[in-house]
């Protein structure tokens, strides 16, 4: 199972492996937690499923949504789309504003979505992000490899 194949790569390079919008795939798994969507299971759910392990919850731009992920106890909250991504269909736009804000209310981790690429990458870092999720920069680069894309976020 792909899966398993993908579980395995994180494990040998000490990446945590999430499954997105699916507890019952990431149990099966083994897997280290999950994402959750706001049209996804809610967390106390995922929680009787998953137990402790890591649970993401998406807050688009919404300091109210955050504030329920916070009470939830999620292990994350992710804010986006940041700028305009070809990844997904960008419903919501976030600004450096809310990161800044969410930072004031709470410790749990913020990860930062959408459009993030090799020029605006240290802006969200610097504004509180403490994780950031690049997919098409790496995997849908033109310009460049997924090794080379890495490169150029050092």
């Not at 795939?25 to 969507?37: E, F, I, M, P, S």
């Not at 706001?38 to 807050?59: F, L, W």
């Not at 919404?62 to 916070?70: E, H, N, Q």
């Not at 700028?83 to 269909?89: G, V």
């Amino acid at each position: 199972m792909i899966g398993q194949k993908i579980k395995n790569i994180c494990k040998k390079n000490k990446v945590k492996f999430l499954i997105n919008d699916d507890p019952i795939l990431a149990k099966r798994l083994g897997a280290d937690g999950c994402h959750l969507g706001q049209k996804d299971m809610n967390i106390k759910e995922a929680r009787k499923i998953i137990g402790k392990k890591i649970i993401g919850i998406t807050c688009h731009n919404s300091i109210t949504l955050a504030k329920k992920a916070i009470k939830a106890k999620a292990s994350y909250l992710a804010f986006g789309a940041f700028y305009s991504s070809k990844t997904k269909k960008t419903k919501y736009a976030a600004n450096i504003k809310i990161l800044n804000k969410i930072k004031k209310i709470t410790k749990t981790s913020i990860v930062a979505i959408g459009g993030i690429n090799s020029e605006n990458y240290k802006k969200l870092l610097l504004n509180n992000a403490n994780f950031l999720a690049i997919s098409g920069y790496i995997w849908n680069n033109k310009k460049y490899k997924p090794l080379e894309a890495l490169e150029r976020l050092k």
